[in-house]
């Protein structure tokens, strides 16, 4: 997947796409190993495991595109080892992938291929999945940052914030909103006593006092649930410092800068996720194939824990 496409679903900071003078002339330089490189330099996760692993994969992918595929005799044997690489069955959307496995066994002309959307189909399909691979892996290694905490509250054998992905409301048959469902969430941890369940406004008047007035803080907070406008790190920051205020009761600023990483990322995975599915619905892709990409979170958070040293079995995330 393009990096800048990967940072612009995950709302992550954009990088510099210039490359040294010297690194454009040497051997076997490819320029999107280097920007996955430099991310993966520039502290995307914590823990070195997390890091070695995606390293690995990294080099997978380029020993795929430089050596093996250049290998293949036609574009359709390429299409048919890059549909059964490592890369694409374990890191894309296993449905998707499987269905066209099955389509490139009966198919003869590259041509054909290219003109059936199932092909568009799996490419989008497998970006969009790996987008959410690796939020589950900064998800899992943030965690981990904060296992003491998670192990208090009794969050060790959860999959941690699953119940925010988007799903098909079963009472109305539409998509839940991820935004809207934390925004009560949060709102729920600071109003003891809430006027409606599903109500935040709460929020508004409590974020009101970091200097704005309700009303602009309410335009805030609907713009981000109606998806009007991405949440940038500095107003979501903001509105988690008034949330710990509250929460804390004037605790250490070791207490607050810890909470705020935890509320801040939690925040920005659900507002990324909420947009990854929105993104899809626009661009027409199915219900029941957007539900599949997002289930590979949940098999992807137990492969991070595993490599990580903290293995979740599946029968604890059930409790």
């Keep these: 997947m393009p990096l800048p496409l990967l940072l612009e679903l995950l709302n992550l900071p954009r990088q510099s796409q210039d490359n040294p003078p010297e690194a454009l002339d040497a051997p076997g330089y490819w320029s999107c190993h280097a920007q996955w490189q430099r991310l993966l330099d520039g502290g995307l996760f914590v823990h070195p495991a997390a890091r070695d692993y995606w390293r690995q994969r990294l080099e997978e992918e380029r020993r795929l595109t430089n050596q093996i595929l250049a290998q293949q005799d036609s574009g359709l044997d390429r299409l048919r080892c ?5 890369l694409a069955t374990e890191l894309g959307c296993p449905s998707a992938g499987e269905r066209l496995r099955r389509h490139l066994r009966d198919i003869e002309e ?3 291929l290219l003109e059936n959307e199932l092909l568009l189909e799996t490419r989008l399909a497998d970006a969009f999945a790996l987008a959410l691979r690796l939020a589950a892996w900064r998800v899992v290694d943030l965690s981990l940052e904060y296992w003491e905490l998670l192990a ?17 409301d079963a009472t109305n048959g539409q998509w839940n909103n991820p935004v809207e469902d934390y925004l009560v969430h949060l709102a729920a941890l600071v109003d003891d006593c809430p006027e409606q369940q599903d109500d935040y406004s709460s929020l ?3 974020w009101a006092r970091e200097g704005m007035d309700v009303q602009t803080r309410e ?6 649930r109606q998806g009007r406008r991405r949440a940038d790190a500095r107003t979501v920051a903001g509105l988690m410092d008034a ?9 250490s600023a070791g207490d607050m800068s810890l909470n705020r990483q935890l509320l801040c990322e939690s925040f920005r995975f659900v507002e990324s996720c909420a947009y990854l599915r929105r993104t899809l619905s626009q661009l027409g892709m199915a219900e029941t194939m957007i539900g599949e990409i997002f289930a590979v979170y949940r098999s992807e958070y137990f492969r991070a824990r595993a490599v990580l040293g903290r293995p979740l079995a599946e029968k604890d995330s059930e409790h």
């Design 219 to 224: 335009y805030q907070l609907d713009a981000w």
């Design 243 to 251: 949330v710990l205020d509250r929460l804390l009761d004037g605790g």
């Design 110 to 112: 590259t041509d054909a």
């Design 82 to 86: 890059l549909a059964h690489s490592p």
């Design 204 to 206: 508004a008047r409590l």
């Design 152 to 168: 208090e509250d009794g969050e060790q054998h959860e999959v941690l914030l699953e119940r925010f992905l988007p799903n098909i």
